[in-house]
């Protein structure tokens, strides 16, 4: 191989060192400023592929289960639970030294068929949530610091609730029955509302704020708020620290959940480098608010993310691509990490 090519694939292959630390170094100054930088995972490849598991323990300080933990794998028919894909993910966390985020319990989807399809009276349905909650976060206790409880309860573009199982059952109250029979379950874990098209201010975010201020006002065990944070190319918002702020004014931890910018193709080296600036201004907004906790990566490489068979016509999402070579968006939030102070 000439010099000319040994150089070339060096630069492919090594992580870029201009415009910030090494990305080696991402869970330590993730860890100095005070906040996770964490991943979804998928169980196949955790299983299989060492070096998805080296790319998982290399740059992040926490995982969240992109799948594996919801409803319809944990409990496919009531009373039986499936743990192989939770433990995998949970048993990876604990040998790395990383966080679990728990996601999720209260959602609209990936319910299992016997769940949505059944007929419920109110204490029916809350004698199958606590079945449920005290088998999942009782198995996890101690090794999973926190909860999505709810998942996306606004419809999505706009400020109502949405309606599914739980709030047709339940009443709107349903949101205050799950947090505080979660934190009956497991007194330690954070719980958190997850949410999405809420990042930057707009009636969805202020029906979640109104939402979050309710619920802390009644005293309910609300911790934090995830904004989930499923971005296009060029449309990241400007005033996600604003947004962040108010809640993290409210007392609550604020994290941005579930990160990726995916780009409508052609995906060209110029939008690629762009991604790197959307993903360094994500960090930066979390580090610039009091009480942000963290930001997680929805997804470990380009050929694991959901964004080619949700959206057609885009890709590209996250900071490394199918060959596992990182792209300028990890650089992006190591550059973040690196620079940013967090306020006193
Ligand atoms: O990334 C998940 C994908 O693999 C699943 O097919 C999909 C099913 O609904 O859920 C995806 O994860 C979602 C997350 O749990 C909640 N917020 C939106 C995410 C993307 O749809």
Known sequence: MSLVVIVAVLALVLPRAEGGPDPGELPALASSRGI???VAVAVDPLRDDPAYRDLVADHYTSVTAENTMKWEHVQPERGRFDWSGPDTVVD????????VRG???LWHNQQPAWLS????????????????????LGRYQGRVSSWDVINEPFVD???ELRGNLWLDTLSEDYIAQALTMAHEVDPEAELYINEFNVEGPGPKADALYALASDLLERGVPLHGVGLQGHFVHGTVPDDLARNMARFSDLGLDVEISELDVRIPEPVTEAAVAEQGEEYRRVVEACLEVERCSGVTVWGVTDAHS????WFPGHDAALPFDPSYRPKPAL???????GRRRRPS
């Open 36 to 38: 996770e930088l964490g």
């Open 92 to 99: 990876f966390a604990v040998e790395n030294g990383l966080d």
């Open 103 to 105: 996601h999720t319990l």
């Open 117 to 136: 399809e059944g007929s419920y009276d109110a204490d029916g349905l809350r004698a199958i949530m606590r079945e449920h909650m005290e088998a999942l």
């Open 157 to 159: 573009d706009g400020p």
């Open 306 to 309: 959901w964004i080619p068979e």
């Open 331 to 337: 650089n992006g939030m190591a550059e973040a990490l």
